[in-house]
Nanobody
């Protein structure tokens, strides 16, 4: 069984920062964690889910233009964790953010339960 648990969401003012964390447990944690592609998705209210960051097993990263330069994804294989540093937050960043793992070629196999991020004054 695989479990991804996010933390770090909350309410922040425009221009502020948040750091999301996600810890993996189960069959993808431990020494095998380093072999997995990881990422973060978000789902704004009334909209579809979208990818906001990806990091490969080799450490290569990718971001959509909407967050490039403001968001940074990183991973700590020793702790089976992935992070999303979000700076210069905007109201349109308001969404439920999901941690994902295990790129299959067409999508991610494992999803966390999500953490709410609200950007508002």
């Amino acid at each position: 069984q695989v479990q991804l648990v996010e933390s770090g969401g909350g309410l922040v003012q425009p221009g502020g920062s948040l750091r999301l964390s996600c810890v993996a447990s189960g069959s993808i944690s431990g020494t095998i964690f380093r072999l997995y592609g990881l990422g973060w998705y978000r789902q704004p209210p009334g909209k579809e889910r979208e990818s906001v960051a990806r990091i490969t097993q080799f450490g290569s990263t990718d971001y959509p233009d909407s967050v490039k330069g403001r968001f940074t994804i990183s991973r700590d294989n020793a702790k089976s964790m992935v992070y999303l540093q979000m700076n210069s937050l905007k109201p349109e960043d308001t969404a439920v953010y999901y941690c994902v793992a295990g790129w299959t070629g067409t999508g991610y196999a494992y999803w966390g339960q999500g953490t709410q991020v609200t950007v508002s004054s």
